[in-house]
T-cell receptor, first 115, second 119 residues
């Protein structure tokens, strides 16, 4: 199993550009989420989804859009990149199965730099 | 809203010694889950240990154990017989309990503690 796959691993953008961070999981997990990691601030939740067609905002949603058209995919879109969005982004998924309850499986992360 | 605080930005330990990482949290909920995640230089987030708040017994996973003090809202991680491979950033995290699953995937993280292991 590949687990959670994020692409790209690294990206440099100019202010105002748009881009999409891709996230795919092959574990048939219902729940998926996006976090950003900044020095001294830990990981903060951007958006999450409890199933296909259902998304909601997390702690820091401004400047980001998400959609969940399939169980497997949960892309994160930056509409107009700003230097404040320079960060490392993590996608994660989880299931409510008894054996895997409450445990997040993370992708490898995507480092984004906005100039 | 819940908050998680890790007051030690950096810690160091000698190989084979024991080290304890601190974590406190603030919540008004009675049922919840607590986690410790490890992030080595590869950046991959790895679950170390988890604790259900309704369980009084402290969780243990090999050399890793926790001291869960629910009344004090404290959740420290003890690493015994430290190894060079334990060097990493460690994050404490909180998740609400939700019978309907609406809180799944929604964790609140602390700021992290960088652990250095000296040979």
């Amino acid at each position: 199993n590949a687990g959670v796959t994020q692409t790209p691993k690294f990206q440099v953008l100019k202010t105002g550009q748009s881009m999409t961070l891709q996230c795919a999981q092959d574990m048939n997990h219902e729940y998926m989420s996006w976090y950003r990691q900044d020095p001294g601030m830990g990981l903060r939740l951007i958006h999450y989804s409890v199933g296909a067609g259902i998304t909601d905002q997390g702690e820091v949603p401004n400047g980001y859009n998400v959609s969940r058209s399939t169980t497997e995919d949960f892309p994160l879109r930056l509409l107009s990149a700003a230097p404040s969005q320079t960060s490392v982004y993590f996608c994660a998924s989880s299931s409510d199965s008894i054996s895997g309850a409450n445990v997040l499986t993370f992708g490898a992360g995507s480092r984004l730099t906005v100039l | 809203a819940q908050t998680v605080t890790q007051s030690q930005p950096e810690m160091s330990v000698q190989e084979a010694e024991t080290v304890t990482l601190s974590c406190t949290y603030d919540t008004s909920e009675s049922d919840y889950y607590l986690f410790w995640y490890k992030q080595p230089p590869s950046r991959q987030m790895i679950l170390v240990i988890r604790q259900e708040a309704y369980k009084q017994q402290n969780a243990t996973e090999n050399r890793f154990s926790v001291n869960f003090q629910k009344a004090a809202k404290s959740f420290s991680l003890k690493i015994s017989d430290s190894q060079l491979g334990d060097a990493a950033m460690y994050f404490c995290a909180y998740r609400s309990f939700s019978a309907g699953g609406t809180s799944y995937g929604k964790l609140t993280f602390g700021q992290g503690t960088i652990l250095t292991v000296h040979p």
